[in-house]
Antibody, heavy 125, light 107 residues
């Protein structure tokens, strides 16, 4: 079955950096785009970034554009989120999620199905 | 960005009740609408995609309908495990955006 396991969260000072990793298994990783979505404590969900199945173009929320970079390693079946210039309002649980459909076009944001359990990032001085 | 507005924000109901949650988009999103269920301390679980398609393994108690700007999620006969928070999400255009959530509580 599909498994997505995030790691790399922790406490970091404002202006610092952190790299999150999501290890995927149970499906053909190279055929599916991958998303990061976050949820601030007690708040709603905010989509963060997408790398489509073909890796051709990456998409970001305006709130993280220029600071966060999504990438993937097809050999390790991992998707990562490099987070730089972190701010207190980046504090959240970060989830990775996979595209529902294989080879999904990114003309519209693809629908997701499976999500990982999340990793908590706390930005505080 | 497309704004997604859910109603009600919270709802109290009893086991066996039929409940409906609505979601309105600030502009036409065709059927690019998903519903998620989230329990405290857990990841969101996808229930429905493309407005009305049930994700694999999801109980047929759940159903979705709507197109354009107005959508609904109906739970036909509430079970104990259904008490949770529900979110809608549009994926018609970037960035995908979520509703603020509807908390479903036991009466």
């Amino acid at each position: 079955q599909v498994q997505l396991v995030e790691s790399g969260g922790g406490v970091v000072h404002p202006g610092g950096s952190l790299r999150l990793t999501c290890v995927a298994s149970g499906f053909t990783f190279s055929s599916h785009g991958m998303h990061w979505v976050r949820q601030a404590p007690g708040r709603g969900l905010e989509w963060v970034a997408l790398v489509p199945f073909d890796g051709s173009h990456k998409y970001y929320a305006d709130s993280v554009k220029g600071r966060f970079t999504i990438s993937r390693d097809l050999y390790k079946s991992t998707v990562s989120l490099q987070m730089n210039s972190l701010r207190p309002d980046d504090t959240a649980v970060y989830y990775c999620a996979k595209d529902l459909l294989a080879f999904a076009s990114a003309q519209h944001p693809p629908a997701t199905d499976s999500w990982g359990q999340g990793t908590l990032v706390t930005v505080s001085s | 960005d497309i704004q997604m507005t859910q109603s009600p924000s919270s709802l109290s109901a009893s086991v066996g009740d039929r409940v409906t949650i609505t979601c309105r988009a600030s502009r036409d999103i065709s059927n690019y609408l998903a519903w998620f269920q989230q329990k405290p301390g857990k990841a969101p679980k996808s229930l429905i995609y493309d407005g009305s398609n049930l994700q694999s393994g999801v109980s047929s108690r759940f159903s979705g309908s709507g197109t354009g700007t107005d959508f609904s999620l109906t739970i036909s006969s509430l079970q104990t495990e259904d008490f949770a928070t529900y979110f809608c999400q549009q994926y018609d255009s970037y960035p995908p955006t979520f509703g603020q959530g509807t908390r479903l509580e036991i009466k």
